[in-house]
């Protein structure tokens, strides 16, 4: 397997909704990525795991929860999200990250959240 | 300050016309850039990344250090070429490297 999914493709919430969306990969990467997509825009950085370790926060706010529970897989724990959290969520993995051959950086398609 | 910048929001071009996608940046390390691509309807791909020398696609990349750029070009655009297409570049070190983004570029290849 050489791609990395993602669960659900779309997911419409309310703000008091608690909810989670699941990364997989098993190309034995070891660094994991969670970014927000707005339309026309780059990624932004939410989230960096490396070795199943938390390596980079990008001042994400609390109602985010990420989680790793184990190499192949990433979780993003949503709760009380606004309708400006409304995006695409990206996860992406690299082999680790070492160096520019190591950790280029393979994308899932993508969790079209909607919150209402 | 670390910065990638695409000066081109949208680039329209004819069906066999060349095509140059520019990428210009700031960084005071030794840079690592890549090109990625996202298709309408379909995920964010690796294109290029400088240190491969390759070319995919027919699109090739060359990393000139004098000028901080990392322009993208093909000789002769195909219609399937149409999409939006990001510069990075890596920074950091250790379990804080990361890319930064430039804004993309629109490509629209008409026939």
């Known amino acids: 397997d050489t791609e990395v999914t993602q669960t659900p493709k779309h997911l419409v919430m309310g703000m008091t909704n608690k909810k989670s969306l699941k990364c997989e990969q098993h190309m034995g990467h070891r660094a994991m990525y969670w970014y927000k997509q707005k339309a026309k825009k780059p990624p932004e950085l939410m989230f960096v795991?490396?070795?199943?370790?938390?390596?980079i926060n990008e001042s994400v706010p609390s109602r985010f929860s990420p989680e790793c529970p184990n190499s192949s897989l990433l979780n993003l724990h949503l709760h009380a999200l606004q309708p400006e959290d409304s995006a695409l969520y990206l996860c992406?993995?690299?082999?680790?990250?070492?160096?520019?051959?190591?950790?280029?950086?393979?994308f899932g398609p993508g969790t079209r959240l909607t919150v209402l | 300050a670390q910065r990638v910048t695409q000066p081109e929001k949208l680039l329209s071009v004819f069906k066999g016309a060349p095509v140059e996608l520019k990428c210009n940046y700031s960084?005071?390390?030794?840079?690592?850039l890549f090109w990625y691509v996202q298709y309408s309807r379909q995920r964010l791909q690796l294109l290029l990344r400088h240190i491969s020398r390759e070319s995919i696609k027919g699109f090739t990349a060359d990393l000139n250090k004098g000028e901080t750029s990392f322009h993208l070009k093909k000789p002769f655009a195909q219609e399937e070429d149409s999409a939006m297409y990001y510069c990075a570049l890596n920074i950091g070190a250790g379990n804080n490297r990361k890319l930064i983004w430039g804004l993309g570029t629109s490509l629209a290849v008409n026939p």
């Open positions: 960084y005071s390390g030794s840079p690592e």
């Open positions: 992406a993995s690299s082999q680790d990250l070492a160096g520019a051959q190591t950790d280029t950086q393979y």
């Open positions: 795991y490396s070795y199943e370790k938390l390596s």
